[in-house]
């Protein structure tokens, strides 16, 4: 059974990526950091800089200049930077076992797969990019495990073929994460009202792979729907690293857990009139009162009923109707003012 979905609050999946610097140590801080903000899972990215491409210096490898972290950079150099040695990745799982949060990670190819089933991976995310290597996606659903996928860049033809592709290898869940493949990426090119068209065309669980800065985007990500919602997570923006500029640290993860959930409750249902947290305010409503003592003869005037809170009088409508009538009997002031009054 997956573990996120409209029944359930937004599931929190902090990824690490490169943020660890190059320390192991810094990797598992990132875990407990994680843990003690209530992130529900982390996750890392399992390739190394040959398994994604070739050291080749020539500009088809460069990253365009101008980019905003990454400018001029050779992809060979920055996978080399970035990547999450495989010899860390079992005390990270084992951390995060420890900590009650689930680990599992990205696989780039078959030799990533491999390792994370040595691993007992409980799931496997794909990356963007990758949506288009169905044969990575149909190796990654043939384990039997869900097949959570991201879609930043891709058709619509892209997407339910990558779905496709992993319900045909026998993935028993897939989740589609709306997401927009720019680091940072623009809040006005984010689309969530995409998400319940994903979730139309697809029937399954859409979320958010977010990239904005901030946790404004995904909070209303789940106004649309969203089950499920990655960021980027560092120890510190501060500290720097290949992803920290659009990285949530660990205070704002917790708010991110608290405000996302929060969110969700808040969708409530289609019903519209008095809920039950209504019922003490309902009792409050204006109606119509006797405001001074009178006796029997008197007339009703705007010196002595008035519209005034609590219910229990005529509506405050009936006031053009009551005046100049006179008073059945005697009524003290804070007596509703029914029709047996007058």
């Known amino acids: 059974m997956t573990k996120f979905g409209p029944e359930k609050r937004p599931y929190i999946v902090a990824e690490m990526s490169g943020n660890h610097n190059g320390s192991l140590d810094r990797a598992l801080a990132l875990v407990d950091a994680a843990a003690d903000a209530g992130a529900d899972a982390i996750k890392i990215q399992t390739y190394t800089a040959d398994t994604m491409t070739v050291d080749v210096k020539h500009p088809r490898f460069q990253i365009s200049k101008g980019h905003g972290l990454w400018s001029g950079e050779y992809l060979?150099?920055?996978?080399?930077?970035?990547?999450?040695?495989?010899?860390?990745?079992?005390p990270i799982f084992d951390r995060a076992r420890e900590r009650g949060i689930t680990p599992f990670s990205s696989p780039f190819d078959r030799t990533a797969v491999d390792l994370l089933e040595k691993l007992d991976a409980s799931m496997y995310k794909i990356a963007s990019s990758e949506i288009t290597d169905l044969p990575l996606i149909r190796l990654a659903a043939s384990t039997g495990k869900p097949i959570i996928i991201s879609t930043g860049m891709a058709s619509v033809k892209e997407i339910a073929?990558?779905?496709?592709?992993?319900?045909?290898?026998?993935?028993?869940?897939?989740?589609?994460?709306?997401?927009?493949?720019?680091?940072?990426?623009?809040?006005?090119?984010?689309?969530?009202?995409?998400?319940?068209?994903?979730?139309?065309?697809?029937?399954?669980?859409?979320?958010?792979?977010?990239?904005?800065?901030?946790?404004?985007?995904?909070i209303a990500a789940v106004a649309f729907g969203a089950t499920l919602i990655e960021k980027h997570v560092t120890l510190s923006r501060a500290d720097g690293?290949?992803?920290?500029?659009?990285?949530?640290?660990?205070?704002?993860?917790?708010?991110?857990?608290?405000?996302s959930e929060r969110a969700w409750?808040?969708?409530?249902?289609?019903?519209?009139?008095?809920?039950?947290?209504?019922?003490?305010?309902?009792?409050?409503?204006?109606?119509?009162?006797?405001?001074?003592?009178?006796?029997?003869?008197?007339?009703?005037?705007?010196?002595?009923?008035?519209?005034?809170?609590?219910?229990?009088?005529?509506?405050p409508d009936m006031i053009g109707t009551v005046l100049g009538r006179t008073f059945s009997t005697d009524a003290e002031k804070g007596t509703p003012l029914t029709w047996d009054l007058i």
């Open 161 to 218: 073929a990558a779905v496709e592709a992993a319900e045909e290898a026998g993935s028993p869940d897939i989740t589609v994460l709306s997401c927009t493949a720019s680091y940072p990426a623009p809040p006005e090119e984010t689309n969530l009202r995409r998400i319940p068209v994903l979730q139309q065309m697809l029937e399954k669980p859409i979320g958010l792979s977010d990239h904005t800065l901030g946790i404004g985007v995904p």
């Open 241 to 259: 690293g290949v992803d920290s500029a659009f990285s949530l640290e660990p205070h704002e993860v917790k708010l991110l857990r608290e405000e």
């Open 265 to 315: 409750q808040a969708l409530g249902t289609t019903h519209i009139g008095p809920t039950e947290a209504e019922k003490e305010s309902l009792r409050f409503r204006r109606s119509l009162y006797v405001v001074a003592d009178v006796k029997a003869g008197d007339q009703v005037t705007p010196e002595n009923v008035r519209s005034i809170r609590p219910t229990g009088g005529l509506a």
């Open 76 to 90: 060979y150099q920055l996978f080399e930077r970035a990547h999450t040695p495989w010899d860390w990745h079992q």
